[in-house]
């Protein structure tokens, strides 16, 4: 590309997000105007239409982006950070938040606990589990630390294992768990871009080499660069062999459709505030029927019978309105439809990642077949692996073209500039962010 081409396009760049920064200034009137939204007024889908046809498919999406607050002057695409809630989930928070500001006490101390067992039966039924399986808590950080932390059956020469596209808490945790135990901690390293085969062969790669081990986790989805993983096909064989596993399903859950049969695991965390919709603080715990041995309760929680999921977590006082408004959130994320916004979400991927992979300056981490790649994903300048590196890269891509982003941190092959979108997310946003990395180079 030549320098008056580069120059022309930042031109045309810079102009929008002016006109996007003025448009920001009449935005109070078209909230309000999104306010009046209700349910009833969403798009039909019809049973014809695939998933697949309904993902590119610009009119149907426009229609459903106004459920949507959107802020204007800025292209975000660092949505994985936590959700958006819709309009009508908001406006449930909202007056449940007045529900408990008026109520206090009385209502929590009396009332409370039935409709937190409404919410937690709802995720559990979403989610294809057992009304007893399921524990809310207020983040998937706080249900995967606690299954780590009270893990209970490793022995002296017994092995923990994780890798390195895990999420870093985690990774710093099994860390400290070897550590206290005084037994050994493997990291294993994928494949900076990788398919299916390529994943599963590394896991059975590291299984045949330590024979020791005895726990892992496994991340369904990658926090780093939405690498989806083979979780069921990758449990079997750890189960065969013996080993435990911990499912980090934090950013996994309503960027994917599934049902926690389909992991084939026995314990996993979860954030409903993330791809569900929730308000913040919101997360679940899943523990199997009969799984609850090897995990210890809560320090200070009593279950001699290994009955109760429940004493495995002890969240204290939490944002009882956040809990309260969990059942809108799950029927406004099916009124979109679990396997539509999946498929919509790879798509505004597909949108920026295909046109990446034809520039020689730009490297695409992650997925590298359908089946590994989500809505996430993840680039970076090729050579420039420091964190210097993608932090400058953030800022430029920020400041210079108005797209908003966000640094990762964590992988072997080094740090990386990870790409978000969501479902009010349309193609033109993704197509500034292409021009973006055209004018990188």
Known sequence: MSEDSNNIDRRTMLKSLTAGAIYSIAAPSIVQAKSSMSPVDFPSISEDVSPQSLAINESFWARVA???????????LEHGYWGKM?????EDFV??????????????????ADDQLISSNKVAEALGAKNEELVLTRNATESIHNLIRQYNALGPNDAVLYTDIDYPS?????????TSRNIEAVEVVLPAQADQK???????????????????LLTHVSNQHGLVLPVAKISAIAKLRGIDVICDCAQSWGLLDFNIHDLNVDWAGFNLHKWIGSPVGVGALYMKNGSLSKISPYPGESDPDNTKANARVHTATVNFAS????????????????????????????LWVNEARKMPHIEVLGALDDESASGMGAFRLKGK??????????????YEFGVFTVVRVGLDSGCCIRITPQVFTCANDMSQLVLALKNLA
Not at 66 to 76: E, H, K, R
Not at 170 to 178: E, G, N, S
């Open 66 to 76: 106004p459920f949507y607050d959107t802020a204007q002057g800025i292209v975000n």
């Open 86 to 90: 819709s309009r009508p989930v908001q």
């Open 95 to 112: 007056a449940n938040t007045r529900k408990v500001n008026t109520e206090l006490s009385y209502y929590a101390r009396k009332h409370y």
């Open 170 to 178: 985690f990774k710093d945790t099994m860390q400290w768990l070897a």
């Open 198 to 216: 390529q994943i599963l062969d590394t896991y059975i790669e590291a299984f045949d080499k330590h024979p020791n081990l005895k726990l892992m």
């Open 323 to 350: 809990i309260l408004t969990i059942p809108a959130a799950i029927d406004f994320h099916q009124r979109i439809g679990g396997k539509n916004k999946e498929a919509r979400l790879r798509h505004l991927r597909s």
């Open 385 to 398: 692996t420091s964190l210097q590196d993608a932090q400058a890269l953030q800022k430029r891509l920020e």
